[in-house]
C-alpha cells in the first residue's frame, strides 16, 4: 500500500509539473500540425537572404512609406529603408550583441540591440530579433506563440509577445514558400511588409 500510494503520489508530481510548463506553441486553424511541423522544420533551414520590397510604417512619430532591402547572412544582417518614410533613410547593419543605426541627417548611433537603437533613435518598438523568424513564416523561439493556419498548413496569423502578425499572401521561391505580403501590429506600431524579390540561402554553419 505505501508503495501504490508513493508511485501515486510522484504521478500527481509530474503531471502537475508538465501542466505547469505549458505549450510554447498553441496551434489551430485549418492545416495539420504534423505538416506544420514539417514545414517549420524546412523554414528554420533558410538562415540567409536577400529581400526587396515595400514597407509601410504607422507610428506616434513616423508614418509613411517606402522602401526596403534585407541581406542577411546567418547572425550578420543589413537592412536599409529608403523613402518617405518621415525622418528619412535609415540603415541597420549587426550581429547579436552589437548593432549600428545610421539615420539620413542625423548620425550615426551604436548599442548592443536593434530594438534598443530603434527605440532610442526613431521611437519605434519593433522586435527586429523576432522579425528574422516572423519574415520567414516562423514564430520566434524563447516566447509562447499562438498560431492559426492556412489551409496548407502555412501561417495565417500569428500572435506573440504583443504581436499580431497577418500573413495575407505567399509565392514559390524556388524549393521554398515564402510570405510575400506581411502585416505587423504591435501596441503602438503598424508596419506592412510586401516583398516583391525574395532569395532565401540555405548557407553552411
Do not use: F
Not at 505547469?20 to 505538416?35: D, I, M, Y
Request: overall charge neutral.
Amino acid at each position: 500500500m505505501q508503495l501504490r500510494h508513493c508511485l501515486a503520489v510522484c504521478a500527481l508530481a509530474l503531471l502537475a509539473g508538465c501542466a505547469g510548463l505549458g505549450p510554447r506553441e498553441a496551434v489551430q486553424g485549418t492545416g495539420s500540425p504534423t505538416q506544420w511541423n514539417a514545414n517549420k522544420a524546412v523554414l528554420s533551414g533558410i538562415n540567409g537572404w536577400e529581400i526587396s520590397g515595400k514597407v509601410g510604417i504607422r507610428a506616434p512619430q513616423d508614418s509613411g512609406s517606402g522602401t526596403l532591402y534585407w541581406l542577411q547572412r546567418q547572425d550578420y544582417y543589413d537592412i536599409r529603408l529608403s523613402g518617405p518614410l518621415g525622418r528619412g533613410a535609415a540603415r541597420l547593419t549587426g550581429h547579436p550583441g552589437q548593432v549600428s543605426l545610421e539615420v539620413a541627417n542625423q548620425g550615426r548611433y551604436q548599442a548592443d540591440s536593434p530594438e534598443t537603437l530603434l527605440k532610442e533613435q526613431l521611437g519605434w518598438n519593433l522586435p527586429v530579433s523576432h522579425l528574422v523568424y516572423w519574415v520567414r513564416g516562423l514564430p520566434a523561439p524563447g516566447s509562447k506563440s499562438s498560431v492559426t493556419l492556412d489551409g496548407d498548413s502555412r501561417l495565417a496569423h500569428l500572435e506573440q509577445d504583443g504581436w499580431r502578425i497577418d500573413y495575407t499572401r505567399y509565392s514559390a521561391q524556388g524549393d521554398y514558400t515564402l510570405p510575400e505580403r506581411i502585416k505587423l501590429q504591435g501596441q503602438d506600431l503598424d508596419v506592412t511588409l510586401v516583398i516583391k524579390d525574395w532569395q532565401p540561402r540555405r548557407l553552411g554553419q
